[in-house]
């Protein structure tokens, strides 16, 4: 993902914002902490930003097929010892069902708006608050 970042990057000569839902905003958020210099900004919803796969539904299926989730947390609290500098907003819902809302509010990142809409991790995708939100945190 990195590679494509820098190409697009490469285009436009300036950073560029990630939006990302569910693991794609684990996956925009990375980008984030790995090249801040390609990044604008991070906006993510319904994506687990604290913790992995044990915050999520699919946690035991991940763990059945020999994954190991201590492993997984730990290689994750390794990673969060270095900041995401990027202006994040992090988008959640208490009705999510397959993230833990908890999971979604990051407490860590020095400039970070977390943000709580009514609907349901897949109703995250189409629901018009989020675009608005998105909307917002674009400019637009």
Not at 12 to 38: M, N, Y
Not at 55 to 66: F, L, N, Q, S
């Given at each position: 993902?990195?590679?494509?970042?820098?190409?697009?990057?490469?285009?436009?000569?300036?950073?560029?914002?990630?939006?990302?839902?569910?693991?794609?905003?684990?996956?925009?958020r990375?980008?984030?902490?790995?090249?801040?210099?390609?990044?604008?900004?991070?906006?993510?919803?319904?994506s687990?930003?604290?913790g992995?796969?044990?915050?999520?539904?699919?946690g035991?299926?991940?763990?059945?097929?020999?994954?190991?989730?201590?492993?997984?947390?730990?290689?994750?609290?390794?990673?969060?010892?270095?900041?995401?500098?990027?202006?994040?907003?992090?988008?959640h819902?208490?009705?999510?069902?397959?993230?833990?809302?908890?999971?979604?509010?990051?407490?860590?990142s020095?400039?970070?708006?977390?943000?709580?809409?009514?609907?349901?991790?897949?109703?995250?995708?189409?629901?018009?608050?989020?675009?608005?939100?998105?909307?917002?945190?674009?400019?637009?």
């Amino acid at each position: 993902m990195i590679e494509r970042v820098e190409r697009r990057v490469a285009r436009s000569g300036r950073p560029v914002p990630l939006v990302g839902w569910s693991l794609g905003g684990v996956v925009a958020r990375e980008v984030a902490r790995e090249r801040p210099d390609l990044v604008e900004q991070v906006i993510t919803f319904g994506s687990p930003v604290v913790g992995g796969p044990r915050y999520t539904r699919v946690g035991a299926a991940i763990e059945a097929r020999g994954f190991d989730l201590e492993e997984i947390d730990a290689v994750i609290a390794e990673r969060e010892t270095r900041p995401i500098t990027v202006p994040i907003t992090a988008i959640h819902t208490k009705r999510d069902g397959v993230v833990s809302w908890r999971a979604c509010v990051d407490r860590r990142s020095p400039n970070v708006q977390n943000i709580e809409v009514r609907t349901t991790h897949f109703g995250l995708g189409i629901h018009h608050e989020v675009f608005a939100i998105v909307a917002r945190a674009l400019g637009g």
